[in-house]
C-alpha cells in the first residue's frame, strides 16, 4: 500500500492559493492514502467569527471538498485532510476523507486545543473506522484523529480496537511532544500511524503562531518509517504492509488485546 502524507504551510484566509499548493505538491504522485495537514483549506489563527464564516465550508459541496475529490478521482487514491466546517450556524475543526469515487466521510475533532475553543464546536462524531479499497482490491481499516487528540490515548485506542489498521492523523502542532508521543500511540496498538504537520506561521495583528513541521510515519512496532523536515514543503508516500497492523502479539506469551485487564480498569 503507497501511504504517507502532504506537509506544507497553509496560508490563512486563502483556500484558492492553499488548493493550488495541495495540487502542485500532489501532481502526478501514485498514493492510496494521503493524509494533509488540519486546517488545510483555511490556516488556523482566526481573530473573529467573521473570518471562520468566510473561510469554512460545508462537506460535501464547497470547494475545497470539491478540488481534492477532483484529484482522488484523477489520481485514483484516497486523501484525509483537515478542513474548517461550517454546518448551519456551527463551525467544526474536522476532518475527511475522501474517495476515489467522491464519498466524503467526516470526523469532527473531539479534542480542541487552546483558543479552539472560542472558534469551534466540540466533535460530535463517534470515532470509527472507514475501510478503504486499494487499487489491487485489498481492503484496509482506517481512522481518523486530529491533532491534540493525540494526547488522550482513548482516542487512538478507541479507533484501534475497532480494528484500524491506519490512523491518520491531521495536525498543526505547536508543542514539541507529539511527534515523540505517537511512537507510543502506534506501539501501544500495533498500528501505522500518519500524522501530517504544517510548517511556518500565521501571522495576524493581533498575535502569531509558529508550528513544528517534522510530520511523521510510525509502523506498528513503534519504527519511524519517516520524520520529515521541520519547514520544508514535503510530499512522502511510502510503500507500507497494512497486514502487520492486524498482529498484535507482542511475544508468544503476550498479546495486546486479550491481556488487556479491563474488570481493573476505570476509565470514567
Ligand atoms: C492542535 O491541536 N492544533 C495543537
Known amino acids: 500500500m ?11 484566509g486563502d483556500t484558492d492559493a492553499n488548493i493550488k ?15 494533509l495537514p488540519e486546517l488545510a483549506n483555511s490556516g488556523y489563527l482566526f481573530s473573529n467569527k467573521s473570518e471562520l464564516k468566510e ?14 475529490k477532483e484529484i482522488c478521482i484523477k489520481n485514483k487514491g484516497h486523501i484525509v485532510s483537515g478542513i474548517c466546517e461550517r454546518s448551519g450556524n456551527k463551525f467544526y475543526n474536522s476532518s475527511i476523507l475522501v474517495y476515489p469515487d467522491g464519498k466524503i466521510i467526516t470526523y469532527r475533532k473531539l479534542h480542541l ?13 463517534h470515532l470509527k473506522i472507514n475501510e478503504i479499497r486499494l487499487q489491487n482490491s485489498e481492503r484496509v481499516k482506517t481512522g481518523m484523529m486530529i491533532c491534540f487528540d493525540w494526547i488522550f490515548p482513548e482516542t487512538a485506542r478507541t479507533l484501534a480496537l475497532q480494528g484500524a489498521q491506519v490512523i491518520c492523523h491531521p495536525s498543526n502542532l505547536v508543542m514539541q511532544y507529539c511527534q515523540r508521543a505517537m511512537f507510543t500511540r502506534a506501539l501501544e496498538n500495533h498500528v501505522f500511524t500518519i500524522t501530517a504537520n504544517r510548517t511556518g506561521k500565521d501571522v495576524k495583528s493581533d498575535g502569531e503562531i509558529s508550528f513544528t513541521g517534522q510530520s511523521v510515519i510510525l509502523s506498528p512496532r513503534g519504527n519511524y518509517l519517516f520524520k520529515g523536515s521541520k519547514s520544508r514543503d514535503e510530499c512522502v508516500i511510502l510503500d507500507i504492509d497494512p497486514s502487520e497492523a492486524l498482529n498484535k502479539n507482542i511475544n508468544p506469551q503476550n498479546n495486546l488485546y486479550s491481556d488487556r485487564r479491563k474488570e481493573f480498569y476505570k476509565l470514567h
Open 113 to 125: 486545543f487552546n483558543t479552539e475553543k472560542k472558534w469551534f464546536a466540540k466533535g460530535n462524531l
Open 55 to 68: 473561510l469554512s465550508e460545508e462537506i460535501p459541496g464547497g470547494k475545497f471538498c470539491s478540488a481534492l
Open 2 to 12: 503507497k501511504a504517507g502524507y502532504l506537509q506544507f504551510r497553509p496560508v490563512f
Open 21 to 35: 499548493k495541495i495540487r502542485k505538491l500532489i501532481s502526478r504522485k501514485r498514493f492510496d492514502l494521503l493524509v
